[in-house]
């Protein structure tokens, strides 16, 4: 033991002779005891950094084949399944020139559908339609872009069936997890893009909202903004 | 490795002391990490708060943000109980704090059949009584008053169980007192009479075509973290029974009562005062020996004589179970969530494990839609009955109320000899379309009798009384999971045994008399006779009769034989107000009953849809150039309701990827060092 680890060091050579190892090992149970720690933590360390990794590459990964049924959706499948036992599909592209961003938005803004992309929030208007497009997203995946778009930012949206339309930022705000009156569909064209705040907590879960306001570029701006009052008695 | 050559070189420390250390450090380093990753969150956190984006305005449109901090408002109840008759005073006190110029507006629930007939407000030394008017006369006279900058307050009725109340121009650090008293019959049924003050509206499901949506859906405070419950409420019975009694309880509330003597007994609230999120309960019970049969109470007010009569059928003799077709209709709606779901679901299976064969049985849920469990209803065989049971524990709470669908598939209008057919409903009724929903259940309930189960802190009890009423069934109501057995248990009696039909009442001739409600409802097992009566003269007798079983029951009341009693008369005419009310829904002109209901209500001082109460302070306090806010007081939650599952939320918007990956990282790094240094320890 006591040579192997000399070879293993291989400087040790040059060390002064150390007293020979009188009662100097752990007992064997408390080696083994630590051997055990150490490969729990490892293993652990193991499936936690891979479960984050996995969490990552999936994102970046449904992107891809996402754009591929995109490309069905635009020739005229409506409900084109990005896998074939995905329970959600592509309703609209996103994308910001300025920034080089393009993202695919997914029907569904549950967590289901949000780990492959952003989600259009069900019940409310399609991207591209009058009303309030709703698109929920995570902040450290696919709307980790939404802390760089600044007021006056340009987004494109294409429609299933071809369409475009351009939409420019108009404010953005911090909200409540509870403020679903951002989610009311009076009042002019626009996107609401929720995710969630603030960007850098590591953990999920938290209450706060981080909502970008962009409205349709090609609409009269409405200017008296309309009063945005309570909706619980919409749902 | 220099570091434990040193250690080596200079101490001569055995090496396991040396490993020790090391591995102290490394933990250390590790730890340090962690920390500091924690610091730099919370840093970047802090900075992010800020300045969301660097170098730009954060815009904020318009919205509502937090529910105002001022006023405040407490409120402080008293009851007087007396027999059967229980008057009440709720005090709300709205105090200002602020340096503004406030009007206040807070939505609140009352008893169903509470007549509400006086209103008064004190600011400082001064009351002032307010005045009965027609609605929208009151609203002018308010808006005048809040214009000029007098104080002055209104109080409107939304539902028979909803109310507002607005009050104006609370001056800065200033406190204005509402005061509201009604008048209430108190349930007795089961051998058990009770007391319920409900004290706050659960937040209602409004389908389209409410037009006054607005007006019974106050906003809800947020479940926030270190956010107290808005409205403390302190409560206080002063209960004489009128006979010796055996039992006080209070359900849902710690409460400590103190024994005047065998009849009295004064109630209070154990923690001083309570959130206003779940209904208060009071139940008496009197000894065995002395559980009242009959009551009369009588009240001379001008020239009429007001009365109310209790009378209590004697137990049914004898069970004669027919065949019954039960269907089960459960509330599956995002209110429903949480507690309230719970307890249906155990109400529910309790009433399936009960079926025989010969029944034949069905389950219906609704939320935003409605299913059935079976297409028709099927023989409740052993299989069948389990099958129900799975499903039934199955379901999930959430989404809309659309209870029209349910009924729809409940009642189908049928009427059959062969069977008794019982729709069982289990649900918080809340809903905002109760009149659209009486009106469908007394279009197609045909044969069938609707029997209710209120469930949850703070179901709509007008909703679910008058559902059973319009159903000719009961309504029961559950408020906490413990209860499900008992309540389920009083229910399943009055399924089962024989009702009482066709009661009549006989008055005599001289005594003109006019009694609500004109027509006697089948009365169940344990339910007694009540009628308001108003009479003008209290002479001869009054001749009870009805059939159960095939059998006649008779009862004689002697008229001249009352015990007098005050606040007959509010009784009495809140009592016609409802079935001038109900009129309406069996075709009765809208115009004339408006008309009806307004002689009414100005000549008895009561507060009905039609009608408000107002009142005005004499000197302006407000000069022109202070503004006045307006403040509408949020409500709590009602307790075990579910806010998100109500109201929905933003969509969430982040992965644990990046706690994933940190921690993965320091559990490696970790465990590498842990193995590096036992080698090289050893």
Redesign the interface.
């Known amino acids: 033991?006591r040579h192997e680890?000399e070879l293993?060091?291989g400087?040790e050579c040059a060390?002064?002779p150390?007293?020979p190892?009188v009662?100097?090992?752990?007992p064997r149970a408390q080696?083994r005891v630590?051997?055990a720690?150490?490969?729990?933590?490892?293993a652990?360390?193991?499936?936690?950094?891979?479960?984050?990794?996995w969490?990552?590459a999936k994102?970046w990964l449904a992107q891809v084949l996402i754009a591929q049924a995109w490309q069905r959706t635009l020739a005229g499948d409506a409900r084109a399944k990005p896998w074939p036992w995905a329970d959600t599909w592509p309703v609209a592209r996103l994308s910001v020139p300025s920034l080089g961003i393009e993202r695919y938005v997914l029907e569904g803004?549950?967590?289901a559908a949000?780990?492959f992309g952003p989600?259009h929030?069900r019940g409310t208007a399609l991207p591209g339609e009058q009303g309030n497009s709703?698109i929920?997203?995570?902040?450290?995946?696919h709307?980790a872009f939404l802390?760089r778009?600044?007021?006056g930012a340009q987004i494109v949206v294409e429609t299933r069936s071809g369409g475009r339309r351009r939409y420019a930022v108009?404010?953005?705000?911090?909200?409540?997890?509870?403020?679903?009156?951002?989610?009311r569909q009076e009042g002019p064209a626009r996107l609401t893009l929720?995710?969630?705040?603030?960007?850098?907590?590591?953990?999920?879960?938290?209450?706060q909202?981080?909502?970008v306001?962009a409205y349709a570029v090609d609409q009269p701006k409405n200017r008296g903004?309309e009063?945005?009052?309570?909706t619980?008695?919409?749902? | 490795m220099k570091y434990l050559q040193k250690k080596s070189l200079a101490g001569k420390i055995v090496l396991d002391l040396i490993v020790s250390v090391v591995l102290a450090a490394a933990m250390g380093i590790v730890a340090g990490v962690a920390l500091a990753g924690v610091t730099l969150l919370f840093a970047s956190q802090a900075e992010a708060a800020e300045a969301p984006l660097q170098g730009t305005l954060l815009l904020r449109p318009p919205g509502p943000g937090e529910p105002l901090s001022a006023p405040l408002l407490s409120t402080a109840v008293a009851f007087r109980v007396c027999g059967m008759v229980a008057r009440a005073r709720v005090v709300q006190t709205f105090r200002n704090s602020s340096a503004d110029w406030y009007e206040g507006v807070y939505v609140l629930p009352l008893p169903d059949d509470a007549a509400v007939d006086r209103l008064r407000v004190r600011v400082g030394e001064r009351t002032i009584e307010g005045e009965i008017q027609e609605r929208a006369l009151a609203q002018r006279t308010y808006d005048a008053a809040r214009r000029y900058g007098t104080r002055a307050a209104l109080m409107d009725q939304e539902r028979p169980n909803i109310f507002t109340t607005r009050v104006a121009n609370i001056g800065p650090q200033e406190t204005i007192v509402v005061e509201l008293e009604y008048q209430e019959a108190v349930r007795y049924v089961d051998g058990r009479f009770s007391l319920r003050f409900p004290m706050v509206i659960g937040p209602r499901y409004i389908p389209h075509g409410v037009a006054d949506a607005p007006r019974i859906t106050p906003a809800v405070l947020r479940p926030r973290e270190g956010r107290a419950p808005v409205n403390p409420v302190s409560i206080r019975v002063e209960l004489d029974a009128g006979m010796p009694l055996a039992q006080v309880s209070s359900p849902y509330h710690r409460v400590d009562v103190k024994v005047l003597d065998e009849a009295r007994r004064e109630i209070t609230l154990a923690e001083g005062s309570t959130p206003a999120n779940r209904d208060f309960v009071l139940h008496w019970v009197p000894r065995r020996e002395s559980a009242p049969r009959l009551a009369w109470f009588t009240e001379k007010k001008g020239e009429r004589y007001y009365a109310l009569l209790m009378l209590m059928p004697p137990a049914a003799a004898g069970e004669q179970r027919l065949p019954r077709e039960v269907v089960f209709v459960l509330d599956t709606s995002g209110s429903m969530a949480g507690a309230s779901i719970r307890q249906a679901r155990e109400a529910l299976e309790l009433a399936l494990a009960r079926l025989v064969p010969e029944d034949r049985f069905n389950v219906i849920e609704f939320n935003s839609t409605a299913q059935a469990l079976f297409p028709q209803a099927r023989e409740a065989s052993a299989v069948r009955v389990e099958r129900a049971i799975r499903w039934v524990r199955g379901l999930e709470a959430r989404g809309g109320t659309e209870m029209a669908q349910a009924l729809d598939l409940a009642l189908d209008g049928r009427d059959s000899d062969e069977r008794v057919r019982q729709v069982i409903f289990l649900t918080d009724g809340a809903i905002g379309n109760e009149e659209q929903l009486f009106r469908l259940m007394r279009e197609r309930l045909g044969g069938s009798r609707l029997f209710t189960i209120g469930i949850g802190s703070a179901p709509n009890s007008h909703f679910m009384r008058k559902a059973a009423e319009l159903g000719r069934g009961t309504f029961t109501y559950i408020g906490r999971v413990d209860e499900v057995g008992e309540k389920m248990a009083a229910l399943f009696a009055k399924l089962e045994a024989p009702v009482l039909k066709g009661v009549t009442l006989r008055w005599p001739e001289q005594a003109r008399v006019e009694a609500w409600p004109a027509r006697i409802p089948d009365l169940y097992a344990g339910e007694p006779l009540v009628v308001s009566a108003a009479l003008e003269r209290l002479e001869g007798e009054l001749r009870v009769s009805g059939v159960r079983a095939g059998r006649i029951w008779e009862a004689h009341v002697p008229l001249s034989a009352g015990e007098g009693s005050a606040g007959m008369g509010s009784l009495w005419a809140r009592a016609k107000v409802a079935a001038l009310m109900d009129s309406m829904r069996e075709g009765a002109p809208p115009e004339k009953v408006r008309g009806q209901v307004i002689a009414l209500a100005i000549a008895h001082r009561l507060m009905t849809k039609y009608t408000s109460f107002v009142a005005v302070d004499r000197t302006p306090a407000r000069s022109a150039d202070a503004q006045l806010k307006l403040a509408e007081l949020p409500t709590n939650l009602p307790e075990g309701w579910e806010y998100d599952k109500v109201f929905g939320e933003l969509p969430q918007g982040a992965t644990d990827s990046r706690f994933a990956l940190l921690t993965g990282l320091l559990c490696l790094l970790l465990g590498i060092s842990m193995l590096w240094f036992r080698r090289s320890a050893v």
């Open positions: 033991m680890h293993c060091l400087v060390w002064p150390v007293p190892p009662a100097r090992r752990p080696r630590r051997l720690l150490a490969i729990a933590l490892l652990l360390g193991g499936w936690q950094f891979g479960r984050g990794a969490l990552q994102a803004a549950d967590g949000l780990a989600g929030l709703v929920g997203g995570h902040r450290d995946t709307l802390r778009l600044a007021p108009r404010y953005t705000q911090v909200l409540d997890r509870y403020d679903i009156w951002a989610t929720v995710t969630c705040f603030p960007f850098d907590a590591l953990r999920a879960g938290g209450t909202r981080y909502v306001w903004r009063r945005a009052d309570r619980s008695h919409l749902l």
